[in-house]
């Protein structure tokens, strides 16, 4: 069945550097866009960043264009989120998932990577 | 950016009893391709959120037929028709119709 498993998730410094990744099985994953969403602690869910299956097409919300930057490599099925210049504010779980076929919308959803920015 | 207002803040529902949930977005959320791109998505506590409706109405695979979508252009409804116990949590619609994507704020529904 299909899988998504983030991992990476840390504690950072303001201003550090960190790098989650989301494995995924059980699908043909270069046919999927793949979403990162993230939940900051008590908060709701914010969109972060979809990537098309070949990477051609590529999206970020305002909140971390410039900073964050999202990648895949689909002969090893991931997808990689890569956050530059953290900030308290990015503290949050943050979610992987498969974007489904003639939609926008994001399922499955991975359980998710926590990352705290904190000093 | 759309900004999707959700109501009720919380909803708490006797089992068996049905619920609504509103949505409604800060502009038309019909898209130049014909389709409107407003879902629907519910999270347990502790878990990651599920897709539960898309295209307003479009019950995504697995999903129980009490859950049902409605709506059109700016306002939308989540409605549970018998509630039952594994459906407390939280409720948030979504609209893809433009970037950024954005979510409401989310409604509870909890059991009295």
């Known amino acids: ?99 489904i076929k003639h939609d926008w919308s994001p399922d499955p959803w991975g359980q998710g990577t926590l990352v705290t920015v904190s000093s | 950016d759309i900004v999707m207002t959700q109501s009720p803040l919380s909803s708490p529902v006797t089992l068996g009893q049905p619920v609504s ?31 539960l409706i898309y295209q307003i109405s479009k019950r995504f695979s697995g999903v129980p037929d009490r859950f049902s979508g409605s709506g059109a ?6 409605k549970i028709s018998r509630v039952e116990a594994e459906d407390v949590g939280v409720y948030y619609c979504m609209q893809a119709a433009q970037f950024p994507l954005t979510f409401g704020g989310g409604t509870k529904v909890e059991i009295k």
């Open chain 2, 21 to 51: 949930i509103s949505c409604r977005s800060s502009q038309s959320l019909l898209h130049s391709d014909g389709n409107t791109y407003l879902s629907w998505f519910h999270q347990r506590p502790g878990q990651p959120p599920r897709l």
């Open chain 1, 1 to 99: 069945q299909v899988q998504l498993v983030e991992s990476g998730g840390d504690l950072v410094k303001p201003g550090g550097s960190l790098r989650i990744s989301c494995r995924a099985s059980g699908f043909a994953f270069s046919d999927y866009y793949m979403s990162w969403f993230r939940q900051a602690p008590g908060k709701g869910l914010e969109w972060v960043s979809y990537i098309s299956g070949s990477s051609n097409g590529i999206f970020y919300a305002d909140s971390v264009k410039g900073r964050f930057t999202v990648s895949r490599d689909n002969a090893k099925n991931l997808v990689y989120l890569q956050m530059n210049s953290l900030r308290a504010e990015d503290t949050a779980v943050y979610y992987c998932a498969r974007v």
């Open chain 2, 73 to 78: 252009g700016t306002y939308f409804t989540l």
